[in-house]
């Protein structure tokens, strides 16, 4: 086991996560604060999706911090018991889920009534970068809709391998850089339509560059 960094803001503040370790890499200090800085708005009363959840680490730094539930889907069985630890061990398990299973299983099947969501994290391997598109394709499908008219959908991914501009209903509004990771935040093309990203958000293709925090 190893260690997977430590909430940031809200009710579980500053408590320390456990990580499986290899396989696995944690949201960097750095990385989870402009993340969260730019869903913070839209977290209270939210319903997040933690796909590829790792530690958890992305979905218990949104209950922490005000959203009504979380559902993490984790096809490893020891990340998914270090998942419910970690949950109890920020006393947010009352609000969440674990789902060990395939995540394009759980987009086919249960997610339809566990949804729709609000906020979603994906985080696949990077060196499977082949999975980041399958599942962004269900997301972006519509039918059954898995995610409400005004979600993020947000993928972390290897640079190099950045996902499409366009992914079905998902456009993609904006990239964050950090070093050899990068943010990648979609909305659906209503939502972008409708002026749910500011001009100064909708920036496909262009990758802001920031120091990748050393913890991961």
Known sequence: MSDA?????????GTRLRSPGAGTRPLGDRVKQTLFAILEPYLPRASVLDLFAGSG????????RGAARAVFVEQDDTAAR????????TRLDGR??????????????????????????????YAEPGLMHAPLACLGGGNPPLITIGAWVVAK??????PPAVVGLLASVRTRRFGETTLT???PATAVAQGGASAGEVEPGRADREPEEANR
Do not use: K, M
């Not at 270090?82 to 061990?89: A, C, D, K």
């Not at 009534?113 to 979603?120: K, N, S, T």
């Not at 991914?157 to 950045?162: C, D, T, V």
């Open 157 to 162: 991914h290897f640079w190099r391998n950045p």
């Open 5 to 13: 960094g430590r909430v940031i803001a809200g009710s579980a503040r």
């Open 82 to 89: 270090l998942i419910r630890e970690n949950l109890i061990g």
């Open 185 to 187: 935040f979609y909305r």
């Open 96 to 125: 969440a889920l674990v789902a060990r299973a395939d995540v394009l299983a759980y987009l086919r099947g249960r997610a339809a009534h566990d949804g729709p969501f609000d906020v979603v994290l994906l985080d696949p391997p």
């Open 57 to 64: 680490a992305g979905g218990i730094e949104a209950l922490s």
